[in-house]
């Protein structure tokens, strides 16, 4: 019973190669010989393999080909997207600049009427009555 077993377990594999190689092979030799296969079935493996490589290759190329369409359009997308914000940026600046003239220009207004407030309060205490204007000296009642 142990030889049984050690046999079967050391020479089982050298038998299942042997019965498919031999035994399974001549059989689909037999069945497909009337359908116009070629009478080695190795050759017929052969040309299967060589059809499944061809396709493999092939199904490979067109995957290549589509990823690099789709990272030519990835790419061309970023572009896009990199050239918006570019202007978009360039609008920003030109706001920024626009609005700091305006202040600037703001802030020269309010210096100026400070400055011409301070000369009248100068002018007012200069004059009879401090704290107050007087019609003789003020810019505002000269000019009626």
């Given at each position: 019973m142990?030889?049984?077993e050690l046999l079967l377990a050391t020479c089982l594999h050298d038998l299942v190669e042997s019965t498919h190689g031999i035994h399974y092979h001549g059989h689909r030799a037999k069945v497909l010989r009337p359908h116009g296969r070629p009478a080695s079935i190795l050759e017929c493996d052969d040309s299967y393999e060589s059809q499944?490589?061809?396709?493999?290759?092939q199904a490979r190329q067109e995957m290549d080909h589509k990823e690099d369409s789709i990272r030519q359009s990835f790419v061309e997308k970023v572009k896009e997207k990199e050239a918006l914000?570019?202007?978009r940026e360039e609008q920003l600046v030109q706001r920024k600049a626009q609005?700091?003239?305006e202040l600037?220009?703001?802030?020269?207004?309010?210096a100026a009427q400070e400055q011409e407030l301070e000369e009248m309060l100068t002018e007012t205490n200069n004059g009879s009555r401090p704290n107050t204007v007087s019609k003789n000296s003020s810019k505002l009642f000269k000019a009626k």
């Amino acid at each position: 019973m142990y030889l049984r077993e050690l046999l079967l377990a050391t020479c089982l594999h050298d038998l299942v190669e042997s019965t498919h190689g031999i035994h399974y092979h001549g059989h689909r030799a037999k069945v497909l010989r009337p359908h116009g296969r070629p009478a080695s079935i190795l050759e017929c493996d052969d040309s299967y393999e060589s059809q499944i490589e061809g396709s493999r290759v092939q199904a490979r190329q067109e995957m290549d080909h589509k990823e690099d369409s789709i990272r030519q359009s990835f790419v061309e997308k970023v572009k896009e997207k990199e050239a918006l914000l570019r202007q978009r940026e360039e609008q920003l600046v030109q706001r920024k600049a626009q609005l700091n003239a305006e202040l600037e220009q703001m802030k020269a207004l309010i210096a100026a009427q400070e400055q011409e407030l301070e000369e009248m309060l100068t002018e007012t205490n200069n004059g009879s009555r401090p704290n107050t204007v007087s019609k003789n000296s003020s810019k505002l009642f000269k000019a009626k």
